[in-house]
């Protein structure tokens, strides 16, 4: 296999791309651009029907954009082919043929192209050595686990060395545990491959621990893209903040720069560049509360339920103006007493009604020009 760590030149790049499968139905894809770097690991995150499958479809070549153009090492490929381009795709169920055995799968594509038995023998060797199914050659399909199934239809993407892996959904039929492993080990895979990983899904813990890059798609657009710590850390909007994680999203009000308004009371913030005045909604993850007592906590409120997730409690609990607040803390509550709730200023995420993510991205650019980069605006 051919590593390409390192080289850091766009190899797909989406330039105004709308996709409507029916004249009469709204458009699947809406006027989308961005770009996919080489050798980097990317997720497009959504719920179902927001597009992300539409986009692997475009990329794999199994259909074309109404408008736009799609762009692959610099050429436009609308009409190429599926079978003329660099890309492989694993599909959710996985497509392995039941009556070929394990060898054969991964062989089926390089036969197809007429290559020698003795190269096809070291390529799908090779290919197996990679997914950790040495030995498994002559294994009947209908013998093995759904993670190793999972791995045999990698090897078969693999073996013909696409310059772009897309995976749509594969780990969706594993149990919780064997997902958990697979995460591991596709990342583990791709980070040895060097190639170019597109992945979809709607989990979005799974995207939070696997990707270089997220893509956050919702109704045919792109809602915000950025590294994992970005797209968490700094939400640009309602849907972003609940979509990833879970979020406490309350409304507030910008007073001024580094200072906000919440619940009737101010609090200092890390933002700035917002109006005075201006209502905005404002993110508070729930493992940044610290419960406190009553008097000294910098919010007062009231335990409504609590549950007990393992590694920490879960509490529901609700200030004087009604707003609820979702706390994740070691520290057990009892439902009913009222407990006061504390937070640092970087913990408040101030989010700008309606604003965009090149319009954030300014801000964020703005805080920096200013000094206040070290905030990162949030």
């Known amino acids: 296999m051919k590593g390409l760590v390192g080289l850091e030149e766009t190899i797909i790049r989406f330039e105004h791309v709308t996709k409507q499968y029916d004249h009469n139905d709204p458009a699947v894809l809406k006027d989308v651009s961005f770009e996919i770097q080489r050798g980097k690991f990317y997720t497009l995150l959504g719920p179902s ?4 499958t539409t986009i692997l ?11 736009g153009n ?8 609308n009409r190429v082919p599926a079978n003329e ?5 694993v599909f959710q169920d996985y497509a392995l043929f039941p009556h070929l055995n394990v060898f054969e799968n991964v062989a089926f594509g390089l036969r197809i192209k007429g290559l020698k038995n003795e190269a096809i023998k070291a390529k799908v060797l090779e290919a197996l050595r990679f997914v950790n199914l040495s030995g498994y050659e002559n294994r009947e399909i209908t013998e093995m686990s759904g993670g190793q199934r ?4 990698i090897a078969r993407a693999i073996v013909n060395e696409p310059e772009i892996l897309l995976l749509d959904e594969p780990l969706s039929a594993l149990d919780l545990k064997l997902r958990t492993e697979m995460q591991y080990e596709l990342r583990e895979l791709q980070r040895r491959l060097g190639i170019t990983f597109i992945f979809v899904t709607h989990d979005q813990e799974e995207a939070l621990a696997m990707s270089d890059e997220i893509f956050v798609l919702n109704e045919g657009t792109i809602q915000q893209s950025g590294t994992p710590t970005d797209i968490y850390d700094e939400p640009i909007n309602r849907f972003v903040a609940d979509f990833i994680g879970e979020s406490n999203i309350v409304k507030g009000r910008m007073l001024r720069d580094f200072e906000v308004e919440i619940a009737g009371k101010t609090f200092e913030c890390v933002d700035q560049g917002l109006n005075e005045g201006e209502t905005v909604d404002i993110v508070i993850r729930p493992e940044d509360l610290e419960i406190t007592s009553h008097e000294s906590g910098k919010l007062q409120v009231r335990v409504d339920t609590q549950l007990f997730r393992g590694v920490h ?3 529901s609990c609700y200030d004087d ?5 979702l706390v994740h803390s070691t520290r057990k509550a009892t439902v009913g007493e009222r407990i006061g709730l504390t937070f ?23 805080y920096e020009e200013s000094g206040g980069g070290d905030s990162h605006g949030s």
């Not at 799609?70 to 490929?77: E, L, M, P």
């Not at 999972?150 to 239809?153: E, K, P």
Request: glycine letters at 10%; charged letters at 30%; aromatic letters at 10%.
């Open 49 to 52: 029907g927001c597009g992300k």
């Open 57 to 67: 479809r475009l990329i794999a070549g199994f259909t074309e954009p109404s408008k």
């Open 70 to 77: 799609i762009y692959f090492n610099g050429k436009v490929i």
């Open 85 to 89: 381009r660099q890309v492989n795709t």
């Open 150 to 153: 999972q791995r045999v239809a």
């Open 313 to 315: 409690y879960e509490i």
């Open 321 to 325: 103006t009604g707003n609820e607040w």
């Open 344 to 366: 640092e200023p970087e913990a408040i995420h101030v989010m700008r009604l309606g604003e965009t993510e090149e319009e954030f991205d300014k801000r964020l650019e703005s």
